[in-house]
DNA sequence: GTAACGACGGTACGCAGTACCACGACGGGT
DNA sequence: ACCCGTCGTGGTACTGCGTACCGTCGTTAC
């Protein structure tokens, strides 16, 4: 008999009583009678009742973090990459226990905004290092943000897609995911990108003269009252 | 003297014990007594103690929603920037209140994380409502994620700016920010053209009139041709 | 006048999370 | 063997949010 801690006990017992009656109607007295515990060790291994179903979050965001800033990569997008790739495989590791997260949080409000708020701290993380990579000037402020998103947004997708079960290979899928994202941000070359940050039209046509494209242009603007 | 409602005196109460004590140091008594009612009444008007800070915000994702499915943009990308432009003037609008909230949201962790997840709301209309309009192809899946994405994160990076008192002029910042974002995203009309070298205009801001973007329009078609 | 309706206040309750204290198991030193 | 610190634990009491329910008062309709 491998002598089980307390933690555990508390963890298996809660998704068991999540599974049976759903989040809400399992109160932390419940979880921690069927753990065979007092009500007070409960807390004393999770901080809340939703941290059960979040447990490992804080030390994930903090080697995130470390990955980061001893990174050398090329460049920064480049490098929030590789460590979007790091959180993915976190999640793979953890198999069907993601999976029964993300029913959970599917189905509870309050789980979802949890799970919302977390990957908000991710992007932040991703904003600020983009950020500090670049200059902070006032102009590359606006792309940090830009690109945080779109990784984050990015790896949600494909992250989503495997929980769904509708992803066979995750990991090749966030790879071209990612080249998708990093070839949104040309490298600065006014010469070759046409719209470059600050005009208007950003798109158009080779073959066709302005007096062609005026008929559609007006037919888009009146559509708008 | 105009009869002031329960409501209005919960709110302004609230706000004056918030900026006193913090968030966290005032209780809902506390603000129902201040207002002079019942501890009930406050319950009534407000769900929970958080909704004092986000009043409308349920009935602004409506008018939103609304928006969006009356609109008759070109593309989705355009539409859902001029939605997200109401949103910023929402803001403007609301003026010293939404910087209060500001205040408040960045002391306060559980504030944060309410105002994360209302965004999150917005971006998930925006991400249906452009991925209905493309069609629900899979390739087309993951840009509707990255232009949603990309497009909070502009809003949110003015709004931002504007509520530190960075910005004067919020709504010329927010339009050229959606006309780089857009400008991310080449050519999004599959009726129109495939995605070939050579497209046509397809993305433009309607924040201005036609007659403001023909000289633009001329200097890069010029230019470029 | 009275009956219906709506806004209000009060009480009681459930539950999350915190603070504090008391107890037993364990190990190390004299 | 004895003492002593520490750590994990359980128990109790408390604060505070949010809900349910009930009684009261004022307004309006008929």
Request: no cysteine.
């Amino acid at each position: 008999m491998t002598k089980q801690t307390a933690r555990e006990r508390l963890a298996r017992a809660a998704f068991e009583l999540f599974d049976e009656r759903g989040y809400e109607q399992t109160t932390v007295d419940d979880i921690a009678d069927r753990a065979g515990v007092g009500r007070t060790t409960f807390f004393r291994h999770y901080r809340s009742k939703e941290e059960v179903i979040f447990p490992d979050h804080d030390r994930l965001l903090a080697r995130i973090d470390g990955r980061l800033t001893t990174s050398s990569s090329g460049t920064a997008l480049v490098a929030v990459s590789d460590a979007v790739r790091l959180v993915l495989l976190h999640y793979l590791e953890e198999g069907d226990l993601a999976r029964r997260r993300y029913a959970l949080t599917s189905k509870v409000p309050a789980l979802r905004d949890r799970e919302i708020a977390s990957v908000a701290r991710y992007q932040r993380l991703f904003r600020e290092f983009i950020a500090g990579w670049m200059g902070d000037s006032g102009a590359s402020s606006l792309r940090a943000e830009l690109m945080s998103a779109a990784v984050v947004a990015a790896h949600n997708h494909v992250l989503r897609r495997w929980l769904r079960g509708d992803s066979a290979d995750p990991v090749a899928e966030v790879d071209a995911a990612m080249r998708d994202v990093i070839g949104l941000f040309p490298v600065a070359d006014p010469a070759a990108s046409p719209a470059a940050p600050g005009t208007t039209v950003v798109a158009f046509s080779t073959g066709k003269g302005l007096d062609a494209l005026l008929p559609e242009l007006r037919r888009l603007l009146e559509g708008d009252g």
